[in-house]
T-cell receptor
Framework: NAGVTQTPKFQVLKTGQSMTLQCAQDMNHEYMSWYRQDPGMGLRLIHYSVGAGITDQGEVPNGYNVSRSTTEDFPLRLLSAAPSQTSVYFC???????????FGSGTRLTVV | GESVGLHLPTLSVQEGDNSIINCAYSNSASDYFIWYKQESGKGPQFIIDIRSNMDKRQGQRVTVLLNKTVKHLSLQIAATQPGDSAVYFCAENMKSGNQFYFGTGTSLTVIP
């Protein structure tokens, strides 16, 4: 099993550009989430999904969109990148009975 | 809103000593807690969890203690090893909901 795979690992964007961060898991987990990690602020939930076709907002959803067309994939879209979105982004998944998330290795995004 | 905080942002211990990492939470409705370990450049890794109907739970070299009276959580690592050097996060979940709230993390450095 590959676990949770995130691509790309690094990305630099210009302000106003859009892009999609990819996340895929091969563990047949129902729950998937996107977090951002900023220095001194821990991990904050952006969006999450409890199954294919179902998504919901987390703590800091503004500026991001998600979709969940399959169980395996949960892409995160930045609509118009802003410097405030410079962060490390983590995708995570879990089953509906085991609350311990499995995290991907992260995408480090810089918006200039 | 939720808040999960750590008492000490950094902790240095001698190899072989025991480590104690503390976490305070503010929401008395939280009923599930997880400790994660994050090594540099990697995603958080699940260490151990505990539900609010327990006071203590042990794993391999790790013990989590929960004091609901003062809303305090601690992670004890026995015989700390250099490989334990990492940032440790606690996370809380309220009533089996979908959102986990993470603390800001404690950086543990093990001195050989």
């Amino acid at each position: 099993n590959a676990g949770v795979t995130q691509t790309p690992k690094f990305q630099v964007l210009k302000t106003g550009q859009s892009m999609t961060l990819q996340c895929a898991q091969d563990m047949n987990h129902e729950y998937m989430s996107w977090y951002r990690q900023d220095p001194g602020m821990g991990l904050r939930l952006i969006h999450y999904s409890v199954g294919a076709g179902i998504t919901d907002q987390g703590e800091v959803p503004n500026g991001y969109n998600v979709s969940r067309s399959t169980t395996e994939d949960f892409p995160l879209r930045l609509l118009s990148a802003a410097p405030s979105q410079t962060s490390v982004y983590f995708c995570a998944s879990r089953t509906d009975t085991n609350y311990g998330y499995t995290f991907g290795s992260g995408t480090r995004l810089t918006v200039v | 809103g939720e808040s999960v905080g750590l008492h000490l942002p950094t902790l240095s211990v001698q190899e072989g000593d025991n480590s104690i990492i503390n976490c305070a939470y503010s929401n008395s409705a939280s009923d599930y807690f997880i400790w994660y370990k994050q090594e540099s450049g990697k995603g958080p890794q699940f260490i151990i969890d505990i539900r609010s109907n327990m006071d203590k739970r042990q794993g391999q070299r790790v013990t989590v203690l929960l004091n609901k009276t003062v809303k305090h959580l601690s992670l004890q690592i026995a015989a700390t090893q250099p490989g334990d050097s990492a940032v440790y996060f606690c996370a809380e979940n309220m009533k089996s909901g979908n959102q986990f709230y993470f603390g800001t993390g404690t950086s543990l450095t093990v001195i050989p």
